[in-house]
Every structure is written in C-alpha cells, then in structure tokens.
C-alpha cells in the first residue's frame, strides 16, 4: 500500500506560479505511474499530469506548456510546477499512484488552488 501527502496549494492571482508537492510512503517500489489531477465544483475530476516509473510524461491539452510534473526519487516525491496561471485552473488537485501488477489506484486527501482574476 503507498500513503501520498500533497501541499503546496494556495490562492494565487491569475499569470501566477506555484508548485505543488506529493510526497509518497509506503510500498513505493511497485509504483507503476504517479499524477495529479483535478476537480472543479461540479465538474468530474480530470487528469492534469502524469509521469511513469520510466520518467514518461502526459499532460491535459488544457495545462501543455503551463505546467510540468517531475519526480525526485532520492525524496519519494512528485511536483506539479504550475505556471501561469488562470481562474479556470481553480480546483481540488490530487495526487494519484498506481500500483501494483493489478493497477490499483492510491490518493492523496488534495490541496486547493485558487487562481483569482
């Protein structure tokens, strides 16, 4: 099992940076992909970013050239570097795990980004 524990939310005015942090514990070594993704109000949560074991990396169309997902393995720890900004990147992001020959899917509790105009 991998416990993940995000910070680094916050409200932040639009052409803004932050950079969240998912540090993960656990049964790490069977991690097969980490990512973060998303959920407005309303709407359905939505991928963001993800990078595999390998250092493979996919982005939503909506964040490409914005923001970029890295991994330090020495700290057990993804980022998500989330430039510039805008009011429509305002959501609950999550980190996720996926674990295990049987994909199973680990969460962290989510951190709140609030991009004002």
């Known amino acids: 099992q991998v416990r993940l524990v995000e910070s680094g939310g916050g409200l932040v005015q639009a052409g803004r940076s932050l950079r969240l942090s998912c540090a993960a514990s656990?049964?790490?070594?069977?991690?097969?992909?980490m990512g973060w993704y998303r959920q407005a109000p309303g709407k359905q949560r939505e991928l963001v970013a993800t990078?595999?074991?390998?250092?493979?990396?996919n982005y939503a169309d909506s964040v490409k050239g914005r923001f970029t997902i890295s991994i330090d393995n020495a700290k057990n720890t993804v980022y998500l570097q989330m430039n510039s900004l805008k009011p429509e990147d305002t959501a609950v992001y999550y980190c996720?795990?996926?674990w295990g020959l049987g994909a199973e899917d680990y969460w962290g509790q989510g951190t709140q980004v609030t991009v004002s105009s």
């Open positions: 996720n795990a996926d």
């Open positions: 656990g049964s790490i070594f069977s991690i097969n992909s």
């Open positions: 990078i595999t074991n390998g250092g493979s990396t």
